[in-house]
């Protein structure tokens, strides 16, 4: 599918795609019906969506994901083979590391996040300076309010992994940053950006995040179930708990 | 659409079947253009519409804009796969549309490698670049939507630029 130049009063591609699924921009449908190009294009990408949903149905589709939902591990594609004899391996190492006997190991620790907030124009550092070494349930000073955007930063002592839950005053705990992950991001010792930013809802009440690091990979949803029953994560790992108020 | 399939689909997929049918074709395009491979971007089109389904409900209610929040998990997906194998493809295809200078333009096959050489960039240069080339956004557009100037648009392109000719030389 070719795609023409962009025009000077076109809008992005983004947008075009949005308006191929029928989510038009304001601004976008007056345009594209008076532009050859944009209308080509919305028309091709409507039919290329078109093509793909009767090549791969929704009910497959579906299915598919209700199998990979109840089987993540299972080996795809044609690693079968590869994937059986490494997830024998591992399950041997496994075996015997959870043979020996050892409690997950979670020390709590300021300093670990750092959190800067995006309110209109105005960008505001919120360190967990503010918390001190908090505890599930405190609050800091900071009011946070809907729309604000929070991104987040580890400051990790050594190589290994990070995330960010957040917890909402319903009990919905999301995996923030990195945005939905499954593991832990791989960091630097030093302060890391983590990806993508977590935008508040309207959801009132208190806003728990909990900065998680480890030398070893991170099983997110693990500390995500954790963290729903407890308040707190259980792993091998050092976190930095923060609670804000969004009254 | 898909919730007279009780059995089949899982819990709650009556919109991820609704999203799934306007926008999978785009989320599975833009799989393709950042992984380089049919098979992998299959594998991430089903990792984005999981982790679309295992949000929250009223995180989800809350999505104003659903094609860029599935574009958002679909990036992290690909990026992580990249990272975690290190590949790098074929940057022919890349190299033409650098010369370009505008990647909005061409097939889909024309950006296979695409992934590959964004995964050498650091985290801002990279969505930076995914808005400029893929998105199809103006410097000036980059720069409202991630809350940088204009300048640090451009001079972070110019680095992303460098750095992926670098990588193709």
């Given at each position: 599918m070719n795609t023409p130049p962009r025009g000077a009063s076109c809008p992005p591609q983004l947008h075009l795609e949005q308006a191929s699924a029928g989510?038009?921009?304001?601004?976008v449908q007056s345009h594209v019906d008076g532009c050859a190009a944009c209308k080509t294009q919305v028309e091709s990408l409507q039919k290329m969506t078109s093509e793909f949903v009767a090549a791969r149905p929704v009910e497959r589709f579906l299915k598919q994901l209700e199998t990979r939902e109840a089987a993540p591990e299972k080996a795809r594609r044609s690693f079968l083979p590869l994937a059986i004899g490494a997830s024998l391996a591992a399950l041997v190492v496994f075996t015997v590391v959870q043979s020996l006997p050892r409690e997950p190991r979670v020390t709590m620790k300021g300093g670990l996040a750092h959190i800067t907030m995006k309110r209109g124009e105005d960008i505001t550092t919120i360190t967990s300076k503010a918390c001190g070494n908090s505890q599930p349930g405190d609050t800091c000073g900071e009011k946070l309010a809907p729309g604000d955007a929070l991104r987040f930063s580890v400051v990790a002592p050594r190589e290994g992994y990070a995330v960010v839950l957040n917890r909402d005053s319903t009990g919905a705990v999301t995996?923030?940053?990195?945005?939905?992950?499954?593991e832990g991001k791989a960091v630097n010792a030093g302060t890391n950006v983590l990806p993508d930013s977590a935008v508040l809802d309207d959801v009132r009440g208190a806003e728990t995040f909990v900065t998680i690091f480890s030398e070893h990979p991170i099983d997110v949803r693990k500390a995500v179930e954790s963290f729903k029953a407890t308040g707190s994560v259980s792993c091998d790992c050092t976190v930095e708990i923060s609670t804000f108020d969004k009254p | 659409m898909t919730d007279d399939l009780p059995t089949v689909a899982?819990?709650?997929s009556g919109q991820l079947g609704q999203w799934y049918s306007k926008y999978g074709a785009l989320v599975h395009r833009r799989c393709r253009t950042l992984m380089g491979n049919e098979a992998d971007a299959n594998d991430a089109l089903q990792e984005t519409f999981m982790r679309a389904h295992r949000t929250p409900q009223s995180n989800r209610d809350a999505v104003m804009q659903p094609l860029p929040w599935l574009y958002a998990i679909a990036t992290r997906i690909c990026f992580d796969a990249l990272d975690a194998r290190k590949r790098r493809g074929v940057l022919s295809s890349l190299k033409e549309m650098m010369g370009l200078g505008v990647?909005?333009?061409?097939?889909?096959e024309d950006k296979l490698s695409m992934g590959s050489a964004l995964i050498t960039l650091d985290e801002k240069t990279r969505e930076m670049a995914l808005l400029h080339?893929?998105?199809?956004?103006t410097q000036e557009e980059v720069a409202q939507q991630t809350g940088y100037s204009r300048k640090t648009v451009g001079v972070k392109l110019k680095e992303a630029e460098v750095a992926l000719r670098e990588v193709m030389a």
């Open positions: 989510d038009w921009l304001p601004g995996v923030v940053a990195p945005f939905g992950a499954s | 899982p819990r709650g990647v909005a333009s061409g097939s889909v080339w893929l998105d199809g956004m």
